[in-house]
Protein backbone atom coordinates (compact mmCIF):
# COMPACT_ATOMS: atom_id res chain seq x y z
CA UNK A 1 0.00 0.00 0.00
CA UNK A 2 1.05 3.26 -0.69
CA UNK A 3 2.14 5.25 2.13
CA UNK A 4 -1.76 5.64 2.82
CA UNK A 5 -4.55 4.04 4.80
CA UNK A 6 -8.33 4.77 4.46
CA UNK A 7 -10.44 6.46 6.76
CA UNK A 8 -12.46 4.76 9.56
CA UNK A 9 -15.42 6.83 11.42
CA UNK A 10 -13.52 6.26 14.96
CA UNK A 11 -10.00 7.31 13.71
CA UNK A 12 -11.89 10.58 12.15
CA UNK A 13 -14.01 11.11 16.03
CA UNK A 14 -10.89 10.90 17.81
CA UNK A 15 -8.94 13.34 15.48
CA UNK A 16 -11.86 15.29 16.14
CA UNK A 17 -11.63 15.39 19.78
CA UNK A 18 -7.98 17.77 20.03
CA UNK A 19 -3.43 20.82 16.44
CA UNK A 20 -0.96 23.95 16.56
CA UNK A 21 -0.44 21.42 13.70
CA UNK A 22 1.55 23.71 11.81
CA UNK A 23 4.63 25.69 12.63
CA UNK A 24 4.29 28.21 15.18
CA UNK A 25 4.44 31.28 13.17
CA UNK A 26 1.19 30.56 11.37
CA UNK A 27 -1.90 31.84 12.58
CA UNK A 28 -4.43 29.73 14.12
CA UNK A 29 -8.22 30.59 14.18
CA UNK A 30 -8.15 29.98 17.95
CA UNK A 31 -6.03 30.65 21.11
CA UNK A 32 -6.10 27.29 22.70
CA UNK A 33 -8.07 27.48 25.95
CA UNK A 34 -6.12 26.38 29.41
CA UNK A 35 -8.76 23.81 30.12
CA UNK A 36 -7.71 22.12 26.32
CA UNK A 37 -4.29 22.42 27.05
CA UNK A 38 -3.65 18.82 28.32
CA UNK A 39 -7.09 16.74 28.29
CA UNK A 40 -7.47 12.82 28.73
CA UNK A 41 -6.87 12.48 24.78
CA UNK A 42 -3.66 13.57 25.05
CA UNK A 43 -2.90 11.64 27.72
CA UNK A 44 -3.95 7.98 26.13
CA UNK A 45 -1.89 9.35 22.91
CA UNK A 46 1.01 10.38 25.22
CA UNK A 47 1.47 6.52 25.88
CA UNK A 48 1.45 5.79 22.38
CA UNK A 49 4.33 8.53 22.12
CA UNK A 50 2.19 10.61 19.86
CA UNK A 51 2.46 13.37 22.50
CA UNK A 52 2.91 16.48 19.85
CA UNK A 53 6.36 16.90 20.26
CA UNK A 54 10.31 15.87 19.72
CA UNK A 55 12.54 14.29 22.68
CA UNK A 56 15.76 15.21 21.20
CA UNK A 57 17.10 13.22 23.75
CA UNK A 58 16.39 10.28 22.53
CA UNK A 59 18.21 8.11 19.94
CA UNK A 60 14.96 8.01 17.91
CA UNK A 61 11.32 9.59 19.13
CA UNK A 62 8.84 7.13 18.22
CA UNK A 63 5.21 7.34 18.10
CA UNK A 64 2.83 3.97 17.37
CA UNK A 65 -0.98 4.19 16.41
CA UNK A 66 -3.71 1.77 15.82
CA UNK A 67 -5.75 2.66 12.67
CA UNK A 68 -9.02 0.71 11.41
CA UNK A 69 -10.29 1.88 7.32
CA UNK A 70 -12.99 0.47 5.22
CA UNK A 71 -12.95 0.63 1.39
CA UNK A 72 -15.03 -1.37 -1.01
CA UNK A 73 -12.02 -2.78 -2.30
CA UNK A 74 -10.30 -4.04 0.64
CA UNK A 75 -13.53 -4.42 3.22
CA UNK A 76 -12.52 -3.67 6.49
CA UNK A 77 -8.88 -3.77 7.73
CA UNK A 78 -6.71 -2.81 10.70
CA UNK A 79 -3.29 -1.32 10.44
CA UNK A 80 -0.36 0.29 12.63
CA UNK A 81 1.30 3.58 12.05
CA UNK A 82 4.57 4.07 13.41
CA UNK A 83 6.63 7.68 13.11
CA UNK A 84 9.82 8.28 14.40
CA UNK A 85 11.92 11.62 14.56
CA UNK A 86 15.63 12.18 15.46
CA UNK A 87 18.62 13.77 14.60
CA UNK A 88 21.98 12.26 12.71
CA UNK A 89 25.58 12.80 14.81
CA UNK A 90 26.26 16.77 14.70
CA UNK A 91 22.59 18.01 14.15
CA UNK A 92 21.81 21.14 15.45
CA UNK A 93 18.35 21.51 17.37
CA UNK A 94 17.62 24.07 15.07
CA UNK A 95 17.58 21.88 11.70
CA UNK A 96 14.48 19.48 10.78
CA UNK A 97 14.78 15.94 12.30
CA UNK A 98 15.99 13.15 10.13
CA UNK A 99 12.31 10.86 9.72
CA UNK A 100 11.16 7.38 9.56
CA UNK A 101 7.58 6.62 9.13
CA UNK A 102 5.98 3.02 8.93
CA UNK A 103 2.68 2.03 7.72
CA UNK A 104 1.50 -1.71 7.58
CA UNK A 105 -2.20 -2.95 7.18
CA UNK A 106 -4.33 -6.32 7.02
CA UNK A 107 -7.92 -6.35 5.74
CA UNK A 108 -11.23 -8.52 5.90
CA UNK A 109 -10.58 -9.78 2.39
CA UNK A 110 -6.58 -10.60 2.56
CA UNK A 111 -5.03 -7.18 1.58
CA UNK A 112 -2.13 -6.97 3.33
CA UNK A 113 1.23 -4.72 3.21
CA UNK A 114 3.80 -2.30 4.27
CA UNK A 115 5.50 0.70 3.66
CA UNK A 116 8.63 2.67 4.91
CA UNK A 117 9.69 5.95 3.90
CA UNK A 118 13.06 7.17 5.64
CA UNK A 119 14.55 10.64 5.10
CA UNK A 120 18.26 10.84 7.12
CA UNK A 121 19.69 14.20 6.91
CA UNK A 122 23.73 14.17 7.27
CA UNK A 123 26.63 17.31 7.68
CA UNK A 124 23.64 19.48 8.41
CA UNK A 125 21.59 18.80 5.92
CA UNK A 126 23.94 19.20 2.86
CA UNK A 127 23.90 15.63 2.05
CA UNK A 128 20.27 13.19 2.47
CA UNK A 129 19.39 9.72 2.20
CA UNK A 130 16.05 8.90 0.99
CA UNK A 131 14.99 5.05 1.53
CA UNK A 132 11.34 4.36 -0.45
CA UNK A 133 10.07 0.44 0.47
CA UNK A 134 6.83 -0.91 -0.71
CA UNK A 135 5.53 -4.35 0.12
CA UNK A 136 1.98 -5.06 -0.45
CA UNK A 137 -0.54 -7.61 -1.61
CA UNK A 138 -3.96 -5.54 -2.10
CA UNK A 139 -7.12 -4.87 -4.24
CA UNK A 140 -6.49 -3.14 -6.95
CA UNK A 141 -8.57 -1.71 -10.61
CA UNK A 142 -7.83 -1.47 -13.77
CA UNK A 143 -9.31 0.33 -16.48
CA UNK A 144 -7.55 0.36 -19.52
CA UNK A 145 -5.01 3.78 -20.65
CA UNK A 146 -7.15 7.03 -20.88
CA UNK A 147 -9.63 9.19 -19.81
CA UNK A 148 -12.27 7.75 -22.30
CA UNK A 149 -11.72 4.36 -20.76
CA UNK A 150 -11.63 5.41 -17.13
CA UNK A 151 -14.58 7.00 -17.35
CA UNK A 152 -16.48 3.03 -18.72
CA UNK A 153 -17.91 1.21 -15.41
CA UNK A 154 -18.07 -1.55 -17.30
CA UNK A 155 -13.95 -1.39 -17.82
CA UNK A 156 -13.35 -2.15 -14.46
CA UNK A 157 -10.85 -5.08 -14.00
CA UNK A 158 -10.50 -6.50 -10.73
CA UNK A 159 -7.17 -8.20 -9.32
CA UNK A 160 -4.73 -8.64 -6.94
CA UNK A 161 -1.48 -6.47 -6.82
CA UNK A 162 1.36 -7.72 -5.80
CA UNK A 163 4.20 -5.37 -5.55
CA UNK A 164 7.54 -5.03 -4.20
CA UNK A 165 9.90 -1.93 -4.70
CA UNK A 166 12.94 -0.77 -3.14
CA UNK A 167 13.49 3.09 -4.25
CA UNK A 168 17.37 4.60 -2.57
CA UNK A 169 18.12 8.60 -3.32
CA UNK A 170 21.26 10.18 -2.10
CA UNK A 171 21.40 13.77 -2.53
CA UNK A 172 24.67 16.44 -2.19
CA UNK A 173 23.92 20.13 -1.90
CA UNK A 174 26.27 21.63 -4.93
CA UNK A 175 24.51 25.22 -3.58
CA UNK A 176 22.57 27.49 -1.43
CA UNK A 177 18.96 25.15 -1.27
CA UNK A 178 20.18 23.68 -4.55
CA UNK A 179 20.96 19.69 -4.47
CA UNK A 180 21.89 16.87 -7.45
CA UNK A 181 19.97 13.49 -6.59
CA UNK A 182 21.49 9.90 -7.86
CA UNK A 183 19.03 6.84 -6.85
CA UNK A 184 17.71 3.56 -7.62
CA UNK A 185 14.32 1.87 -8.23
CA UNK A 186 13.88 -1.81 -8.53
CA UNK A 187 10.37 -3.22 -9.10
CA UNK A 188 8.32 -6.48 -9.22
CA UNK A 189 4.21 -6.14 -9.63
CA UNK A 190 1.80 -8.99 -11.04
CA UNK A 191 -1.53 -8.75 -11.10
CA UNK A 192 -2.68 -11.87 -9.20
CA UNK A 193 -6.05 -13.20 -9.92
CA UNK A 194 -7.47 -10.77 -12.92
CA UNK A 195 -11.18 -10.90 -13.76
CA UNK A 196 -13.69 -8.55 -15.08
CA UNK A 197 -16.02 -7.12 -12.41
CA UNK A 198 -19.31 -7.37 -14.15
CA UNK A 199 -19.17 -10.74 -15.73
CA UNK A 200 -16.76 -12.12 -12.74
CA UNK A 201 -15.16 -14.27 -15.41
CA UNK A 202 -11.49 -14.50 -15.05
CA UNK A 203 -9.22 -12.65 -17.97
CA UNK A 204 -5.81 -13.68 -19.39
CA UNK A 205 -2.72 -12.62 -17.18
CA UNK A 206 -1.21 -11.51 -20.74
CA UNK A 207 -3.13 -8.26 -20.19
CA UNK A 208 -1.35 -6.95 -17.34
CA UNK A 209 1.92 -9.12 -17.12
CA UNK A 210 4.02 -9.73 -14.32
CA UNK A 211 7.36 -7.85 -14.60
CA UNK A 212 10.31 -7.08 -12.96
CA UNK A 213 11.70 -3.44 -13.33
CA UNK A 214 14.87 -1.86 -12.78
CA UNK A 215 16.45 2.06 -13.08
CA UNK A 216 18.85 4.45 -12.74
CA UNK A 217 16.94 8.06 -11.91
CA UNK A 218 19.06 10.90 -11.62
CA UNK A 219 17.18 13.95 -10.03
CA UNK A 220 17.78 17.75 -9.63
CA UNK A 221 15.89 19.82 -6.98
CA UNK A 222 15.86 23.21 -5.57
CA UNK A 223 14.26 23.32 -2.10
CA UNK A 224 13.83 26.14 -0.05
CA UNK A 225 11.35 24.66 2.32
CA UNK A 226 11.63 25.14 6.22
CA UNK A 227 9.91 21.31 6.76
CA UNK A 228 9.85 18.67 4.07
CA UNK A 229 7.09 16.79 6.20
CA UNK A 230 4.73 19.78 6.54
CA UNK A 231 6.25 23.18 5.13
CA UNK A 232 5.12 26.79 6.02
CA UNK A 233 7.17 28.55 3.57
CA UNK A 234 9.76 28.08 0.38
CA UNK A 235 9.76 26.24 -3.02
CA UNK A 236 10.29 22.79 -3.99
CA UNK A 237 11.01 22.53 -8.09
CA UNK A 238 12.19 19.13 -8.70
CA UNK A 239 13.51 17.12 -11.81
CA UNK A 240 13.51 13.69 -11.75
CA UNK A 241 14.66 11.28 -14.95
CA UNK A 242 15.16 8.02 -15.19
CA UNK A 243 16.13 5.22 -17.44
CA UNK A 244 14.37 1.21 -16.71
CA UNK A 245 15.20 -1.85 -18.31
CA UNK A 246 11.76 -4.12 -18.21
CA UNK A 247 13.47 -7.65 -17.45
CA UNK A 248 10.56 -9.78 -18.69
CA UNK A 249 9.76 -7.84 -22.31
CA UNK A 250 13.68 -6.79 -21.95
CA UNK A 251 12.68 -3.33 -23.38
CA UNK A 252 13.91 0.07 -21.95
CA UNK A 253 11.87 3.24 -21.25
CA UNK A 254 12.10 6.40 -19.42
CA UNK A 255 9.91 7.84 -16.98
CA UNK A 256 10.39 11.85 -16.28
CA UNK A 257 9.27 13.64 -13.12
CA UNK A 258 8.69 17.32 -12.77
CA UNK A 259 7.19 19.18 -9.54
CA UNK A 260 6.71 22.76 -8.47
CA UNK A 261 5.40 23.74 -5.03
CA UNK A 262 5.07 27.27 -2.81
CA UNK A 263 3.95 27.50 0.38
CA UNK A 264 2.55 31.37 1.59
CA UNK A 265 1.56 32.00 5.06
CA UNK A 266 -1.12 34.44 5.50
CA UNK A 267 -0.52 36.38 8.50
CA UNK A 268 -2.17 37.83 10.30
CA UNK A 269 -4.86 35.45 8.64
CA UNK A 270 -5.03 32.14 10.15
CA UNK A 271 -3.47 29.65 8.12
CA UNK A 272 -1.40 29.16 4.66
CA UNK A 273 -1.75 28.54 1.07
CA UNK A 274 0.37 25.39 -0.51
CA UNK A 275 -0.13 25.24 -4.10
CA UNK A 276 1.41 22.24 -6.30
CA UNK A 277 1.83 21.42 -10.09
CA UNK A 278 3.48 17.95 -11.06
CA UNK A 279 3.84 16.08 -14.16
CA UNK A 280 5.19 13.07 -15.35
CA UNK A 281 6.20 11.82 -18.94
CA UNK A 282 7.32 8.69 -20.47
CA UNK A 283 8.91 7.34 -23.20
CA UNK A 284 8.95 3.71 -24.66
CA UNK A 285 6.84 0.62 -23.96
CA UNK A 286 5.85 1.72 -20.10
CA UNK A 287 4.71 -1.28 -18.09
CA UNK A 288 1.01 -1.46 -16.68
CA UNK A 289 2.46 -0.85 -12.88
CA UNK A 290 5.11 2.24 -14.27
CA UNK A 291 2.07 4.05 -16.18
CA UNK A 292 1.81 7.57 -15.32
CA UNK A 293 -1.98 7.96 -12.59
CA UNK A 294 -3.73 9.87 -11.10
CA UNK A 295 -5.98 9.02 -8.22
CA UNK A 296 -4.96 7.78 -4.74
CA UNK A 297 -4.14 9.86 -1.05
CA UNK A 298 -1.66 12.18 -3.21
CA UNK A 299 -2.59 12.90 -6.84
CA UNK A 300 -6.26 14.04 -7.18
CA UNK A 301 -7.79 12.91 -3.97
CA UNK A 302 -11.51 11.29 -4.71
CA UNK A 303 -10.64 8.97 -7.17
CA UNK A 304 -9.52 5.73 -7.10
CA UNK A 305 -5.94 4.99 -7.93
CA UNK A 306 -5.53 3.32 -10.62
CA UNK A 307 -8.40 4.35 -12.65
CA UNK A 308 -7.04 6.86 -14.87
CA UNK A 309 -3.52 5.76 -15.97
CA UNK A 310 -1.78 6.98 -19.60
CA UNK A 311 1.59 7.87 -20.92
CA UNK A 312 1.62 11.35 -19.38
CA UNK A 313 -0.25 12.83 -16.39
CA UNK A 314 -0.51 16.67 -15.52
CA UNK A 315 -2.33 17.61 -12.50
CA UNK A 316 -2.29 20.74 -10.10
CA UNK A 317 -3.81 21.58 -6.68
CA UNK A 318 -3.95 24.51 -4.23
CA UNK A 319 -4.62 23.72 -0.29
CA UNK A 320 -5.48 26.21 2.35
CA UNK A 321 -4.39 24.75 5.55
CA UNK A 322 -5.77 26.34 8.77
CA UNK A 323 -4.88 24.86 12.38
CA UNK A 324 -7.64 25.28 14.48
CA UNK A 325 -7.35 25.17 18.13
CA UNK A 326 -4.78 22.75 19.89
CA UNK A 327 -3.52 20.36 18.27
CA UNK A 328 -6.23 19.88 15.52
CA UNK A 329 -6.41 21.84 12.26
CA UNK A 330 -8.65 21.54 8.80
CA UNK A 331 -7.42 21.18 4.73
CA UNK A 332 -9.78 22.59 2.00
CA UNK A 333 -8.42 21.83 -1.48
CA UNK A 334 -9.41 21.78 -5.32
CA UNK A 335 -7.67 20.11 -7.94
CA UNK A 336 -7.58 19.82 -11.80
CA UNK A 337 -5.78 17.20 -13.96
CA UNK A 338 -5.12 15.24 -16.42
CA UNK A 339 -3.53 11.90 -18.64
CA UNK A 340 -3.23 11.29 -22.38
CA UNK A 341 -1.20 9.52 -24.81
CA UNK A 342 0.51 12.63 -26.10
CA UNK A 343 1.14 15.38 -23.98
CA UNK A 344 -0.79 17.84 -26.50
CA UNK A 345 -3.56 16.16 -25.71
CA UNK A 346 -3.29 16.72 -21.60
CA UNK A 347 -5.97 19.63 -22.26
CA UNK A 348 -8.27 17.65 -23.85
CA UNK A 349 -10.42 16.21 -21.37
CA UNK A 350 -9.88 17.60 -17.64
CA UNK A 351 -10.61 15.35 -14.82
CA UNK A 352 -11.95 17.74 -11.38
CA UNK A 353 -11.85 17.26 -7.92
CA UNK A 354 -12.46 18.88 -4.20
CA UNK A 355 -12.64 17.98 -0.75
CA UNK A 356 -11.77 18.70 2.91
CA UNK A 357 -9.45 16.89 5.90
CA UNK A 358 -8.68 17.18 9.59
CA UNK A 359 -5.13 17.65 10.38
CA UNK A 360 -4.07 16.37 14.20
CA UNK A 361 -0.14 16.69 15.34
CA UNK A 362 1.45 13.81 16.41
CA UNK A 363 4.32 14.85 16.75
CA UNK A 364 6.44 18.32 16.25
CA UNK A 365 4.72 19.51 13.24
CA UNK A 366 3.98 15.53 11.97
CA UNK A 367 0.37 15.14 11.03
CA UNK A 368 -2.04 12.97 10.89
CA UNK A 369 -4.21 13.30 7.98
CA UNK A 370 -8.00 12.28 7.79
CA UNK A 371 -9.34 13.39 4.09
CA UNK A 372 -12.59 13.07 2.41
CA UNK A 373 -12.38 13.83 -1.60
CA UNK A 374 -15.27 14.03 -4.13
CA UNK A 375 -14.25 13.63 -7.56
CA UNK A 376 -16.79 13.76 -10.98
CA UNK A 377 -18.65 10.37 -9.82
CA UNK A 378 -17.06 9.51 -6.86
CA UNK A 379 -15.94 9.89 -3.56
CA UNK A 380 -12.90 8.10 -1.50
CA UNK A 381 -11.53 9.20 2.21
CA UNK A 382 -8.49 9.12 3.41
CA UNK A 383 -6.32 8.51 6.74
CA UNK A 384 -2.40 8.88 6.21
CA UNK A 385 0.33 10.48 7.97
CA UNK A 386 2.28 13.70 6.67
CA UNK A 387 0.49 16.56 4.37
CA UNK A 388 -0.15 15.76 0.77
CA UNK A 389 2.74 17.40 -0.54
Known amino acids: MNPQTHLSLGSLCALALSSSVYASDIEPLFETPEYLEH ?9 FGADG ?13 PTAYYTPEKKFGVGLLMVGLYHTEGSSSTEQPSSLVVNSFISQNKSYGVSIENMTYFNQGKQRLLLDVELHNEASVYYGKGIAAGDV ?13 FK ?42 S ?40 NTYSLYDVELANYVNLNPVPGLIAWQVQGQFSEGDVPWYAL ?21 MMMGQVEYRVPIVQRLGMVFWG ?55
Open 292 to 312: PDLGGSSAMRGYIKGRYRDDH
Open 168 to 209: PTWMTAFGHHYYLGLGGDVTYAKADKLEHSESGSAVSSRELP
Open 335 to 389: AAGSVAPSVSALSDDILTSYGTGFRFRIKDKINLRADVGFGQNETAFYLNVNEVF
Open 53 to 65: EFDENKTIDMSYL
Open 153 to 165: DSNKHEFDEILYS
Open 39 to 47: TWVDEVLDV
Open 211 to 250: GTSAGVVISSIYDSRDYRLNASKGWLFQLDAGVYQDFESD
